[in-house]
């Protein structure tokens, strides 16, 4: 008996909605409601759905795709990484199918699964760590894959980024060397960077035997979350004299809580963000951050990715650096 093969209809039904959005999620993802796209794509994974190349109405555009997966569309650092990747990819005649899992490693794993079952050429992660079944998914796919943002040794992976633990560590003892001594971390997601740069403060924190300190509210950060972590932590931590941010919004917002409660910034509160962000560098003062080269990282993944795809000989792993710059508030 001939098995049967699983058709659009079939992932419509399964899903709950018409073939024609199953059909339309296939080619433009972006198009289709997040909460419906999350089903049609946990169904996808589901059911080991794989689209048939030979099928017009699914691969109409003819142009080669790289898939593109980040945490989050919420999250500003992210829109520099798409830049990067874009400029090559349009250059070199690719379009780019960009799909975001909150942070969430379940969702990952159902995202990975409905890129993987598009026609790409190549995929770009933003995460080193995944579920299992999202390894699987990952080993048999058979194209070239870059994860970056930071540095990883997985076999057989591009991976191009910065030392996390490094910049945390270093960023820290910039900190420190200016005075302070009760210096408190100031999280997001807790996801595998923030833990990376979280443990390179505690180790200089423990270097000159000082006591760590952490706050991590586990939501996409914002100059909003910042300021209610700066309230948080003045009840919590009374003798704070600084602060390590995740991010340069977490940062923004408690300088800005620093500046409405008469907190004299650095000679009262030194507070240090990262990513160099905008947003940091146009306040006053301008804010202290790890500058990282977030659309290097995409520009030159991508670079790795299309060579590979054509055969060319390249270099798979590249360490981008960061730099730190004491702006106005160390």
Request: proline share 4%; charged share 20%.
């Amino acid at each position: 008996m001939k098995a049967h093969r699983i058709t659009l209809s079939d992932i419509a039904t399964l899903a709950g909605v018409t073939k024609m959005t199953v059909s339309r999620y296939l080619r433009t993802p972006e198009q289709v409601r997040p909460d419906t796209a999350e089903r049609i794509a946990s169904v996808i994974a589901e059911v080991g759905y794989r689209p048939d190349p030979d099928n017009a109405a699914v691969f109409a555009s003819g142009q080669p795709r790289i898939g593109v997966l980040i945490p989050s569309f919420h999250n500003q650092i992210f829109a520099d990484v798409l830049a990067g990747i874009e400029s090559v990819t349009s250059a070199n005649g690719y379009r780019t199918l960009v799909v975001n899992y909150d942070y969430d490693s379940q969702r990952e794993e159902e995202q990975i699964a409905a890129v993987l079952a598009f026609k790409i050429k190549g995929l770009l992660l933003t995460e080193s760590v995944h579920s299992l079944r999202a390894e699987k998914f990952l080993k048999a796919a058979k194209i070239p894959i870059a994860e970056i943002m930071g540095l990883s040794d997985t076999p057989d992976r591009i991976n191009v980024g910065f030392d996390n633990d490094k910049a945390g560590f270093d960023m820290t003892t910039m900190l420190l060397a200016s005075g302070k001594k009760r210096i408190i971390y100031f999280g997001s997601m807790s996801d595998i960077r923030d833990e990376q740069r979280y443990a390179g403060y505690c180790r200089a924190m423990a270097e000159q035997g000082m006591p760590v300190g952490r706050i991590s509210p586990n939501k996409v950060s914002s100059i909003s979350i910042g300021a209610g972590m700066m309230t948080l932590a003045r009840q919590m931590y009374a003798d704070m004299d600084g602060i390590l941010c995740t991010n340069d919004d977490l940062a923004v917002g408690v300088l800005q809580e620093c500046l409405a409660r008469g907190i004299s910034v650095p000679s009262q509160m030194a507070i240090a963000g990262f990513h160099g962000l905008e947003i940091g560098q146009v306040t006053t003062p301008r804010l202290a951050s790890v500058l990282t080269p977030r659309y290097e990282m995409g520009k030159v993944a991508t670079e790795i990715i299309i060579k590979k795809i054509n055969g060319l000989p390249t270099i798979e792993h590249v360490d981008l650096h960061y730099r730190l710059s004491m702006g106005e508030t160390i």
